[in-house]
């Protein structure tokens, strides 16, 4: 079967029903899309076909064949795409674990809204789980990358 | 985690009494001390290379708090490394490495890194940079008194210049100094600068290492299933035959007492695979378990008389409670809890025939090598233990028993020799925790003349900790681990008794963020609430008038009552609650503000934190770390519960163990007291008051006594986020 994974086409032997998530990280040794509930509950697997948002690990390969598929790795080649860089300023990750999910789930919002309202926020990321508790810097790097002045005084020495 | 229980964690018999060994007390020549061909080992934390890169050795688990970059921040400080050219790497485990908190292990728990780290990586730092200096002031031939180091180089008179790099040899030959002398505050660079986490750059790109994304050259994978029944055991296996015959599958591997596993060359394989055999299992008596039995129980151990122990006992509470007209009783109940890291467990292992290798998200380096040793029979040195980044760990991690089923799996005659990644499913993950243990407290107090609290008692009904997660006895029927933080409380209270009826079920049960405060803060700090009520006083007024003795304490509350406005109206509907704790050498308060906008509908909009920590190494990862150790607590308090039901947990997934999601999270404000004590640990302690300030603001804005977790069993819902 033929696959468009970051640009390029490559060809994997796997059955058909194979979860999308398992062809990337063993067909093709893209393992930042992770196995985090394997139901489709916690987003940590979230790719993008065709732009869209999905759960990788309940998508069958066979559903995303021919079709354009873009892992957290197809981002950028260097860490530049927007949402990265804002990642980074904001300081998001703490494990880390969720983060490859959370960024492609707020580049397919950016990608549809440029400027999202916290309730579209909201509505896009809500399926992503975190257990670090690093919303509020998501919250904050999405509003970054979308170009709105980041706002946020969260701390001071007494 | 309490002076008792680290005093106590200690492996079997080993010593407590022995020294300290820090990283600097090497011996000139020594193996670790020495000189290698690209690189020089000034001491057991810093490696020197020849192209001036410098490796730091941090001996503690990476999951999330950003300890690599506070401790190599402290590390390079003293040593005055160029902060560009650095990396981190978590050692072999040795005794040298061994966490000061408990003296026998590399054991990243308890909110002690920093804390007990923070003094000996300063002194390693500082005395190879002594060194360092020596060996440039020996080689110019002036005194070292007239040199001085800076980003990786020393710098001499008449401007000579020497990279670290090029003196690192010499230097790893010099007498190793016995008191360096560390930077005054006032010279420090790196400490107490919110420096940016060494990990975050390949956190954002999907280049980061967690034990699940390992690459091995013939790596194989193995699923597992368990007994879902606490102590029943594995009966038999059918279709054998079968399952042995579908793609990828390798082996088929009997785990007893209680588990099988496949194993194939694609997890997906592994995990139909095992999806296709047919497990009998053999449930037994722990079958009739359930959670109502369990309520029941603790019920009945309330009124025990037998096997208490005595956790504190001060003046004559009983004795105040019997001569008062109106004593003041509560009962709280909380749930047992699950850790839910995001990252299932996993563990990664190699059998060769005299060596084997181990890849693993582990907070525990030295028990988990250890487990290793003794399923493959080699000495702990013949294990190669590999710490990979962890995706959460928050307790879990430290345990070993996925560790062991995977070195008993990659030990089977088919298998040895190629590594093998055993991973759990997300449904493994839940139903076999080492749970946060459910409790029952009763509180009763007697209010004095001056409407203070006179006396004070607490019974805490609940599984052992100890018991079930480490090899400790308990001492006087006490176990620490479960009354830490209903000890030694800062509120000046004259009579007071604290009383553990030690309740156990089969249930495992282990460290869960915040451990013992997780559920005492809770109780403690709802209690304190009804006793200000039943005094007509203020939240905050009741707690500072008790801490009139504290100032520390009493500042962190003043600092958060201050922030938050209280006492000034909230905004619109809004109502208020507070509630604060010592964890873990961290004085910490939090107020929750929220409103009910129908009945049912919770809307938790803010969370104000204010703490003491000491000395702060860097203001943005304790700032981080308070803001998700109070998120944590916020989902415990809203959604989460695992319930047992014919001896097994109830919950498989996070569709029926949910966890907080973003729409529902408020942003935290941290707020720091300015402290030059040595740091003391902020992972968790943020975690335990969030439930009672939530319960003390849903007091005020609908009069209902909330007394067992979680919210959404009273039937409240988050909502959804309105104007």
Redesign the interface.
């Known amino acids: 079967m033929e696959l468009i994974v970051n640009g390029r086409k490559v060809s994997v032997e796997v059955p058909e029903d194979t979860p999308l998530l398992w062809v990337l990280r063993e067909e093709l040794s893209l393992t930042g899309a992770k196995p985090g509930c394997l139901a489709g509950l916690c987003g940590a697997c979230t790719v993008h076909v065709d732009g869209n948002a999905v759960r990788s690990c309940v998508t069958p390969v066979a559903a995303a064949a021919g079709r354009r598929i873009t892992t957290i790795e197809g981002l950028s080649a260097d860490r530049s795409h927007p949402l990265q860089r804002a990642w980074i300023v904001h300081q998001v990750p703490q494990c880390g674990y969720c983060q490859p999910g959370m960024i492609m789930s707020a580049a397919a919002l950016l990608a549809e809204k440029p400027r999202p309202s916290d309730a579209d926020i909201d509505a896009a990321m809500s399926g992503n789980l975190c257990r670090c508790g690093t919303y509020s810097r998501i919250r904050a790097a999405i509003h970054t990358a979308a170009g709105e002045t980041a706002t946020s005084a969260t701390s001071e020495s007494a | 985690m309490s002076e008792v229980s680290r005093r106590r964690f200690l492996l079997g018999s080993a010593a407590a009494g022995g020294a300290l060994t820090l990283g600097f007390v090497i011996a000139p020549g020594c193996a670790r001390s020495q000189a290698r061909a690209t690189a020089a080992d000034l001491n057991a934390f810093v490696r020197i290379h020849r192209d001036d890169a410098i490796t730091l050795m941090i001996p503690c688990s990476e999951?999330?708090?950003?300890i690599h970059t506070g401790l190599a921040q402290v590390l390079a400080d003293e040593l005055e490394a160029d902060w560009n050219n650095i990396k981190v790497e978590v050692p072999q485990p040795a005794e040298v490495y061994n966490n000061p908190a408990f003296h026998v292990m590399m054991l990243t728990v308890g909110s002690t890194s920093m804390r007990h780290y923070y003094a000996p990586l300063r002194t390693a730092g500082a005395a190879a940079r002594e060194m360092l200096v020596a060996a440039a002031a020996q080689r110019w031939g002036v005194r070292a008194a007239d040199c001085h180091a800076r980003d990786s180089q020393v710098i001499g008179p008449g401007d000579a210049r020497e990279r670290y790099g090029a003196l690192a040899a010499e230097a790893a030959s010099l007498p190793v100094p016995q008191t360096p002398a560390l930077k005054k505050r006032s010279q420090w660079r790196l400490i107490g600068q919110p420096v940016?986490?060494l990990?975050?750059?390949?956190?954002?790109?999907?280049?980061?290492?967690?034990g699940?994304?390992v690459?091995l050259p013939g790596l194989l994978h193995a699923a597992i299933a368990q007994c879902p029944v606490f102590g029943g055991t594995l009966q038999a296996l059918g279709g054998e035959e079968t399952v042995r015959a579908m793609?990828g599958v390798r082996a088929i591997v009997r785990l007893e007492p209680n588990a099988a596993a496949v194993v194939a060359d694609?997890?997906?394989q592994a995990?139909r695979a095992l999806d296709a055999l047919q497990v009998r299992w053999n449930e037994r008596a722990n079958v009739h378990l359930s959670s109502a039995g369990i309520a029941s129980a603790f019920r009945a151990a309330l009124e025990r008389k037998e096997e208490i122990g005595i956790a504190e006992d001060r003046g004559e509470p009983e004795r105040m409670l019997a001569g008062a007209a109106r004593a003041i009783t509560a009962d709280y109940e909380a749930p047992f809890l699950a850790h839910?890291?995001?990252?299932?467990l996993n563990c990664t292992v190699r059998v060769g025939r005299d060596e084997c290798e181990v890849w693993v998200p582990t907070q525990g380096q030295t028990i988990a090598q250890g487990a290793v040793a003794e399923v493959t029979g080699m000495a702990p040195e013949r294990v190669r233990l590999h710490t990979t980044?962890?995706?959460?760990?928050?307790g879990r991690k430290a345990q070993a028993d996925f560790v062991v089923q995977a070195a008993r799996i990659a030990s089977s005659p088919q298998l040895r020799g190629s590594p093998v990644r055993l991973?759990w499913?997300?449904v493994e993950d839940m139903q076999h925790d080492y749970y946060r243990p459910a409790a029952l407290h009763r509180h009763r107090a007697v209010l004095g003349e001056d409407g203070l609290p006179l006396a004070w008692t607490q019974r805490i009904v609940s599984p052992s900790i100890a018991l079930s997660a480490t090899p400790l006895e308990l001492e006087n029927h006490v176990d620490p681990m479960v009354t830490e933080g209903a000890t030694g409380l800062a509120y000046s209270i004259p009579h007071r008794r604290v009383e553990y009826a030690r309740s156990d079920f089969g249930v495992p049960v282990g460290f869960w963020r915040s451990v013992g405060w997780s559920v005492n803060t809770f109780t403690i700090e709802c209690f304190l609430d009804e006793l200000a009520a039943a005094a007509g006083r203020d939240s905050y007024e009741f707690r500072r008038a008790l801490l009139a003795d504290n100032p520390r304490h009493r500042?962190v509350l003043e600092?958060l009552a201050e922030r938050t406005g209280w006492g000034k109206p909230a905004p619109d509907s809004r109502h208020r609650g507070l509630a604060m704790c010592e964890a873990d050498g961290t004085v910490v308060a939090e107020a929750v503000e929220l409103s009910v906008p129908r009945s049912g509908e919770l809307h938790v909009h803010r969370i104000v934190c204010?703490a003491d920590c000491g000395t702060?190494v860097n203001?943005?990862r304790v700032?981080?770390q308070l803001?998700?150790?109070?998120?944590?607590g916020l989902s415990a308090a809203l959604h989460e519960e695992i319930t047992i039901e014919d001896g097994r947990v109830a919950q498989r997934?996070?569709?029926d163990y949910p966890?907080?999601?973003?729409?529902e999270?408020?942003?935290?404000?941290?707020?720091?007291?300015?402290s030059e004590a040595p740091p003391s640990g902020v992972g968790e302690a943020a975690t335990a008051p969030v439930a009672a300030a939530v319960c003390s603001a849903l007091y005020a804005a609908t009069g209902q006594r909330i007394r067992s977790l979680p919210l959404r069993k009273h039937g409240f819902a988050s909502a959804?986020?309105g104007a």
């Open positions: 999951m999330g708090q950003g940016q986490r990990d975050v750059p390949a956190k954002v790109d999907g280049s980061a290492v967690f699940t994304d690459s793609p694609r997890y997906w995990q839910a890291t995001l990252e299932p980044l962890l995706g959460g760990g928050f991973l499913s997300r500042a600092l204010a702060v203001p943005d700032r981080e803001e998700g150790a109070a998120l944590f997934n996070f569709r966890l907080l999601r973003l729409h999270a408020p942003a935290v404000e941290v707020h720091l007291i300015a959804a986020r």
